[in-house]
């Protein structure tokens, strides 16, 4: 039984939700102001630790785009870091050859994107499972080889940046920190990519509670129900695989605002793997899952990779129990890539801990702290109130037959009315 229960709609629920998003703004500035104030838990002060919050950023918009695919559609795909490639590569080839600003290379990255993930959707109007997987992973496979082909375009295994001069992103002059000094430019990326970032969240959000977003959840559940239910099957999953790419894409020239250098080994195989690994960890089939996913996949290899030649930052409690761990490895050989090993082995543990990701984690937690009761907006608009109909049993008054009554009807009026089976086999003989 949870400590609180709010009721959707009234007005403890919104303060709730409005509480919520707050904080989540309070989180988002306070990032851009703890230079001044003094504590800056995590060296968030610090430029190069902006930079890696800056990537988180950017991957999360990469895995909430492949989210669109795996999470929401039910498809299997292994190639979404091509797509993150190619609108880095787009970003960086506009900027450093055609001297485009990054931000008018962003729409342009997201439409060739999107053309490109539609092409590339095509195999999954004809196959599913296994065999897509395997389709889509030969792109991942295949990206980094084009990249080096085409060294005239890409700078092939050199990589790819803008001129000194052109390549960093400066704060206009009305900014509170443009006078930071080393923060000023990875401050002011962090802020056009939160902006980009959010306007991507919200959108998806949206679309996931519009009506072709329910009936992509029901592509998902079940393809020959959602046919049957009269969803044109191959234009949703084709149009899935162009939105995923183009915010793949988009994902892709945000990377470059932070770091405007690309090469063949950031968007290979390795990529598209991780993204996937933070797709789980984070929550399938879950919006703000994408933003764990990007922390695991960003700050556990980097943390684990540093504790293995310096312990001093770790935590406490895990600094004693590791320790004769450490001392044991230390001057063998190999020592430096037990890092990976300690990823795979916490990556197990916690898909057996929590099996739905850190989301699903964190939404079983709170329904012990709030639990929130549905209460739909037409049955407020039916009982002109936020509380439910009363429950009274009183022979007397015969109170619950007369209100009950309009729920009645509300609920038949929206219920279809049944087609006999010779009717329905009628109807589709001449539709045939």
Not at 17 to 32: E, K, P, T
Not at 160 to 188: H, Y
Not at 311 to 335: C, E, H, N, S, Y
């Given at each position: ?259 405007p250098f690309a090469s063949d080994v950031q968007f290979g195989l390795p990529l598209a793997i991780f993204l996937v690994v933070g797709l789980v960890a984070g929550g399938a089939g879950t919006i703000s899952g994408a933003i764990p ?26 600094k004693q129990v590791t320790k004769p761990l450490f001392d044991w490895l230390q001057g063998r050989q190999g020592a430096g890539s037990i890092a990976g090993v300690f990823f795979g082995v916490g990556l197990l543990i916690f898909v057996f801990v929590l099996p739905g990701g850190f989301i699903d984690g964190i939404r079983r937690l709170r ?66």
């Amino acid at each position: 039984m949870a400590l609180v229960t709010l009721k959707q709609g009234t007005p403890a629920h919104r303060a709730y939700v409005v509480g919520a998003w707050a904080l989540a703004a309070i989180v988002l500035i306070y990032v851009i102001f703890a230079y001044r104030w003094g504590f800056a838990p995590g060296s968030i002060d610090k430029a190069f630790r902006l930079t890696q919050i800056n990537d988180v950023i950017c991957y999360a918009v990469a895995i909430l785009g492949l989210n669109l695919v795996i999470g929401f559609s039910g498809q299997l795909s292994l190639g979404h870091s091509a797509f993150v490639g190619l609108g880095a590569y787009t970003t960086i080839i506009l900027v450093a050859d055609h001297h485009w600003s990054y931000l008018a290379t962003v729409p342009v990255s997201a439409a060739l994107c999107f053309v490109i993930g539609l092409v590339v959707g095509l195999p999954a109007l004809r196959i599913r499972g296994l065999y897509l997987a395997v389709v889509t992973l030969s792109v991942a496979y295949v990206f980094p080889t084009l990249v080096v082909k085409y060294d005239s375009l890409t700078g092939g295994p050199n990589g790819k940046k803008p001129a000194r001069d052109t390549g960093k992103m400066n704060p206009p002059s009305w900014m509170p920190f443009s006078n930071a000094g080393r923060l000023a430019s990875p401050l002011w990326v962090y802020c056009i990519l939160v902006v980009i970032a959010t306007a991507l969240f919200l959108l998806v959000r949206n679309f996931m509670k519009s009506r072709p977003g329910r009936a992509l959840l029901a592509v998902r559940d079940n393809q020959t129900s959602a046919a049957v239910s009269g969803i044109n099957l191959p234009l949703y999953k084709a149009l899935t695989f162009g939105a995923s790419a183009a915010i793949g894409g988009i994902a892709g020239s945000m990377l470059m605002i932070n770091r405007p250098f690309a090469s063949d080994v950031q968007f290979g195989l390795p990529l598209a793997i991780f993204l996937v690994v933070g797709l789980v960890a984070g929550g399938a089939g879950t919006i703000s899952g994408a933003i764990p996913g990007a922390l695991i996949y960003v700050f556990v290899p980097y943390f684990m990779s540093a504790w293995t030649t310096d312990q001093r930052g770790m935590p406490p409690g895990i600094k004693q129990v590791t320790k004769p761990l450490f001392d044991w490895l230390q001057g063998r050989q190999g020592a430096g890539s037990i890092a990976g090993v300690f990823f795979g082995v916490g990556l197990l543990i916690f898909v057996f801990v929590l099996p739905g990701g850190f989301i699903d984690g964190i939404r079983r937690l709170r329904s012990k702290v709030v639990q929130v009761i549905p209460n739909p907006s037409w049955l407020r608009e039916l009982h002109g109130s936020a509380n439910p109909p009363s429950t009274s049993h009183s022979p007397s008054s015969g109170g619950d037959v007369t209100q009950a009554a309009p729920v009645v009807a509300t609920v038949r009026s929206r219920v279809a009315k049944p087609v006999s089976v010779k009717k329905a086999i009628n109807l589709r003989g001449k539709t045939t």
